[in-house]
């Protein structure tokens, strides 16, 4: 079974640094790779996804993460934290296998602060 | 704008008195998801309709129960609800061609059991 693990359930950062949340998935075929942000009391927006066409991949609101298989990794990254960043993100993982038909398995979320 | 729309966005209910939740598609999915998302956790996968094809989570409580009585409407009803049961509830929908397309969110429904 594929598992998603999020290191860190809260990060802090000030405006204008950079953003780091850190993603690892547990699969023997690498999975799809998806970042979602959810903002309070909302459903959740996808940031960017990873689908083996590209490993580094860029997503809204200047975000991007790279794919690294050795590392089986799926890092979200941004080079300058907004205040409007503050919100709680998503990485899910999806099989390749299945037709598109199965769920997302998420990790358990990282609560990004920024600070002013 | 297609969207997804979820209805009502705040429900509240008492203990052990059945409760309907809706969502429904402009999109014009194939598929349609419920995600059960307690405070401070990650969203779980309750179930699943692919066209009418019903797929259940093996672990999803025999109280939740699903309709879709249209490529448009998917219903989540709760039984007999219990404190537990609290949580946002999400809807979502995807084609399904493709494994790699995302799934687009509502904005949830906020169940609260008294």
């Known amino acids: 079974a594929q598992s998603v693990t999020q290191l860190g359930s809260h990060v802090s950062v000030s405006e204008g640094a950079l953003v780091l949340l850190r993603c690892n998935y547990s699969s023997s075929v690498p999975p799809y790779l998806f970042w979602y942000v959810q903002y309070p009391n909302q459903g959740l927006q996808l940031l960017l996804k990873?689908?083996?066409?590209?490993?580094l991949v860029k997503g809204i609101n200047g975000f991007e993460a790279e794919f690294k298989k050795s590392e089986t990794s799926f890092h979200l990254t941004k080079p300058s934290a907004h205040m409007s960043d503050a919100a709680e993100y998503f990485c899910a993982v999806r099989p390749v296998t299945g037709g598109g038909a199965d769920g997302l398995t998420f990790g358990k979320g990282t609560h990004l602060i920024i600070q002013p | 704008d297609a969207m997804v729309i979820q209805n009502p966005r705040y429900q509240v209910t008492q203990f052990g008195k059945p409760v309907t939740l809706s969502c429904s598609q402009t999109?014009?999915?194939?598929?349609m998801y419920w995600y059960q998302q307690k405070s401070s956790q990650a969203p779980k996968l309750l179930f699943h309709y692919y066209d009418k094809d019903f797929n259940n989570e093996a672990d999803t409580p025999d109280n939740f129960q699903s309709r879709r009585p249209n490529t448009s409407f998917c219903f989540l009803d709760i039984r007999s609800p219990g404190l537990g049961d609290a949580a946002m509830y999400l809807c979502a929908t995807s084609s399904r061609r493709g494994a790699y397309n995302e799934q687009f969110f509502g904005p949830g429904t906020r169940l609260t059991v008294l």
């Open positions: 990873y689908t083996s066409a590209a490993t």
């Open positions: 999109l014009n999915h194939n598929v």
